[in-house]
């Protein structure tokens, strides 16, 4: 696979204040060169890692992906601030960026931006491929594993080579923090780059792939441009989103390729050749990969899930007692906050 990064530009009028006085925050967009070969068949459970010549199809091309940077802007008080670090976060399936940092209650204690941001963390929240302003290829069956993986990879490059704004970065390290779906993207760029991976720690959170599982589809998941005419009624009908947001309130409906949904199962057969460390965070109530008390017996989890990472420097799962599939989102949301920001602190101290 050959992967080149072009230029960056900016898109500075969009100033946004995330958690009052001690976060900067700042739209980017990133342009990417992806040139990855995906599977002709959309439903390849495997996004085409075990596929043949024949039966796989070139996606060579130039996407932006936007964002939203947020650091604290003023380090010397912040704790811990450590401005070599940049948290790359990917949101789920059906979520945009703001995943990240929601529009409720002002953004306070839901935001994950404004958590870690706080605590001396900056972090790039960025929109998946074909999802809010990031760019949405016209033939939704572009948009696979390996095109969204390669630019998430490909935005993990940019940060550490160049400068996003002016007197920000180039980042020393950076870490992916995944949810849901992120987090399979995460895995899936882990599987094909291994230990060429930009990535210097990945936290996944929201799910488990070394047991059978695979991503529910959300309830009432439809083609996009039916749910909403007026908005996406000129989208390849492959863009889906659900109108039903009782499982995901409160972040707003984006469209989605359901061939986003092709990394169950995956790792099976085909080791992970990451070499950084990998934590896994889970909320001991998701109902779809914490059932029957699957998650209660945490050492015996991290035993059945590290198998998939063998070449990991290390390994480790917490369960956020109480929580659900999506941690940031319920009155728990502080306590993985924090469980995040100290998988980052000790993976940038390696
Ligand atoms: C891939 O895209 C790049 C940039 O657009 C172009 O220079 C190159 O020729 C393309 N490669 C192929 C094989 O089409
Ligand atoms: C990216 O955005 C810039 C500025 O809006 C635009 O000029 C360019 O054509 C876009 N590139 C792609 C690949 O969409
Ligand atoms: C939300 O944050 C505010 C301000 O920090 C706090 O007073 C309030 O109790 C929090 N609400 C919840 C549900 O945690
Ligand atoms: C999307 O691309 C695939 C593969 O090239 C092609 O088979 C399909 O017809 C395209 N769909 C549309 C709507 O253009
Ligand atoms: C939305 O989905 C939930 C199940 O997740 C279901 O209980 C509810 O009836 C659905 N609401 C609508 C309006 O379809």
Not at 225 to 239: M, Q
Request: net charge neutral.
């Amino acid at each position: 696979m050959l992967l080149l990064v072009f230029g960056a530009f900016l898109r500075l009028s969009c100033i946004l204040v995330a958690s009052g006085a001690s976060c900067y925050c700042s739209s980017v967009v990133i342009p990417v060169h992806v040139d990855v070969l995906v599977p002709k068949d959309p439903t390849d459970k495997f996004g085409g890692l075990k596929s043949n010549a024949r039966s796989v199809r070139r996606v060579n091309n130039t996407f932006n992906i936007s964002g939203t940077f947020c650091q604290p802007s003023n380090p010397v008080s912040a704790q811990n601030p450590n401005l070599d670090v940049l948290q790359l976060l990917v949101h789920g399936l059906t979520y945009n960026s703001q995943y990240w940092s929601p529009p409720v209650e002002e953004f306070r204690n839901y935001s994950y931006a404004a958590f870690s941001c706080d605590r001396g963390l900056a972090s790039l929240a960025m929109d998946s491929l074909g999802v809010g302003s990031s760019s949405r290829p016209g033939n939704a069956s572009d948009v696979q594993c390996p095109t969204s993986a390669a630019a998430i990879s490909q935005v993990a490059r940019y940060l550490k080579t160049a400068s996003i704004l002016p007197g920000v970065g180039p980042f020393n390290k950076i870490i992916g923090v995944g949810h849901s779906a992120g987090s399979a993207m995460l895995t899936f760029g882990a599987i094909v780059e291994g230990s060429q991976s930009p990535f210097d720690g990945l936290i996944l959170s929201g799910l488990l792939i070394v047991e059978p599982c695979s991503i529910p589809d959300p309830p009432g998941l439809a083609s996009a441009r039916e749910d909403t005419p007026a908005r996406w009624g000129a989208l390849d009908p492959g863009y889906v989103t659900t109108s039903n947001r009782t499982l995901y309130y409160p972040a707003d409906p984006r469209s989605f390729s359901p061939r986003m949904m092709v990394f169950d199962n995956f790792i099976r057969g085909r080791g992970v050749h990451y070499t950084g460390p990998v934590a896994k965070v889970m909320g001991s109530a998701d109902q779809q990969f914490c059932g029957a008390g699957r998650c209660e017996d945490v050492a015996a989890l991290t035993a059945a899930e590290r198998v998939a990472w063998p070449a990991a420097k290390s390994f480790n799962i917490a369960v956020t007692q109480g929580s659900g599939h999506d941690l940031n989102l319920d009155f728990m949301a502080d306590v993985s906050f924090q469980t995040f920001v100290n998988f980052v602190d000790l993976f940038s101290s390696l």
